[in-house]
């Protein structure tokens, strides 16, 4: 049958959820309360689009998909109206996304799943006060959506079986591989990659090798695919931060954010989207 996917929130992580159901053939909605967000959303889309198909990793349907199956939209009622499953993607704020939920709830049919892209606040905090949090999941997508084949799947405490079910189908029915972990918090991969993230801060700040050096070690002694502190640039030092005062919150002093990553987002050098980082990516 025909879905149709809402998303909310048209940064980075938002517009790239959007491209890939709409590639994919889902009429699929972008909604966000900024015009110029929209349009600039809009106009990286189908770039990323056009270098996929220069490249020969999209084909040329998406071209006509994205033309004909993406919606832009700034009032959020207009957005969720006949929506089948909406996708939230705002920033990492437990207020403001429990916020849009409660908007969102009264808008959509019962059926409609309901889902967070949250990287690290418990499913269960954002479903609460919700009518029907049964249906509330984590679909939690990776930085650059279009490229990363995961998709972390997070079951809350009242979520049910049926519609974990229906987020694994959605995610395979998008090409990602979807894995299924409980609520708890930073989950699986957050929780994994952030104590890597931040040690690798953590040295730096102290001296012990350069950034070039500390991502070498783990690209070619581990072979990891990107380094700890590219990978910080490449997802945002203020994305890192976030989630890193979340779980040093709710788990303890493993996550507390180095001094070095609070001072480089307060000059602003928050990774490849300011052109510098741990690295200049204006070279």
């Not at 996917?5 to 709409?22: E, F, N």
Request: with cysteine.
């Amino acid at each position: 049958m025909s879905m149709n996917i809402t998303v909310i929130g048209a940064g980075t992580m938002g517009a790239g959820i959007a491209q890939v159901a709409a590639i994919h053939g889902y009429q699929t909605t972008l909604c966000d309360v900024s015009e110029s967000q929209l349009s600039a959303a809009r106009a990286g889309i189908e770039a990323s689009v056009e270098k996929g198909i220069a490249r020969g990793k999209t084909p040329e349907t998406a071209r006509e998909r994205i033309s004909s199956g993406l919606i832009m939209e700034s009032q959020l009622e207009k957005a969720c109206t006949g929506a089948n499953v909406v996708i939230e993607a705002v920033p990492e704020d437990l207020n403001l996304k429990q916020s849009i939920f409660k908007q969102v709830e009264p808008l959509v049919a019962k059926d409609a799943l309901l889902a967070s892209n949250t990287s690290s606040i418990p499913i269960g905090e954002l479903a609460d006060g919700l009518d029907h949090p049964d249906r509330f999941v984590g679909m939690h997508f990776f930085n650059p959506v279009p490229v990363m084949a995961l998709i972390e799947v997070i079951r809350g405490g009242k979520t049910t079986d049926s519609a974990i079910d229906r987020t694994v189908q959605l995610a395979k029915d998008l090409s990602k591989e979807p894995i299924v972990v409980k609520d708890s918090p930073g989950f699986a991969t957050s929780r994994l990659g952030l104590v890597i993230g931040l040690e690798a801060i953590r040295m730096l700040e102290d001296g012990v090798a350069s950034a070039e050096e500390i991502d070498k070690a783990m690209e070619l002694g581990y072979r990891h695919p990107m380094g700890p502190l590219k990978l910080t640039d490449l997802v945002g030092l203020d994305v890192r931060l976030a989630i890193a005062e979340v779980l040093h919150e709710q788990i303890g002093e493993q996550f507390s954010p180095p001094q070095l990553l609070r001072d480089m987002v307060a000059k602003g050098h928050l990774g490849k989207k300011s052109g510098q980082g741990f690295h200049d990516w204006n070279a």
